[in-house]
Nanobody, 126 residues
Framework: QVQLVESGGGLVQAGGSLRLSCAAS????????MGWFRQAPGKEREFIAS????????IYADSVKGRFTISRDKAKNTVWLQMNSLKSEDTAVYYC???????????????????WGQGTQVTVSS
């Protein structure tokens, strides 16, 4: 069974940086896409970024493009989300997710991702 464990959340001032980690286990990820989503109180879960495990292709939400970077280390089965120039509106619970059957294009929809981590809180103070 695939398990995803996030870490690295916390409290940071606006303009600061954080790096989230997602440790993946229990699967062979060559055909996977790994994504990051976030959910703020009272809002729907929002796509942030995704990376194709095998080739490293990435996609981003417009709201984070140029500020956030997704990457992965195949040897460590880990996905990272480097977040720079953080804003108060980035405050949310951040989730790592896995799509086990990524096709020609990666999905931005949370319904395509079968496996989820428990989430890690990111709070940006203004």
């Amino acid at each position: 069974q695939v398990q995803l464990v996030e870490s690295g959340g916390g409290l940071v001032q606006a303009g600061g940086s954080l790096r989230l980690s997602c440790a993946a286990s229990g699967g062979t990820f060559s055909n996977y896409a790994m994504g990051w989503f976030r959910q703020a109180p009272g809002k729907e879960r929002e796509f942030i970024a995704s990376i194709r495990w095998s080739g490293g292709t990435t996609i981003y939400a417009d709201s984070v493009k140029g500020r956030f970077t997704i990457s992965r280390d195949k040897a460590k089965n880990t996905v990272w989300l480097q977040m720079n120039s953080l804003k108060s509106e980035d405050t949310a619970v951040y989730y790592c997710a896995a799509d086990p059957m990524v096709g020609f294009s990666m999905s931005r929809s949370p319904t395509r991702y079968d496996y989820w981590g428990q989430g890690t809180q990111v709070t940006v103070s203004s």
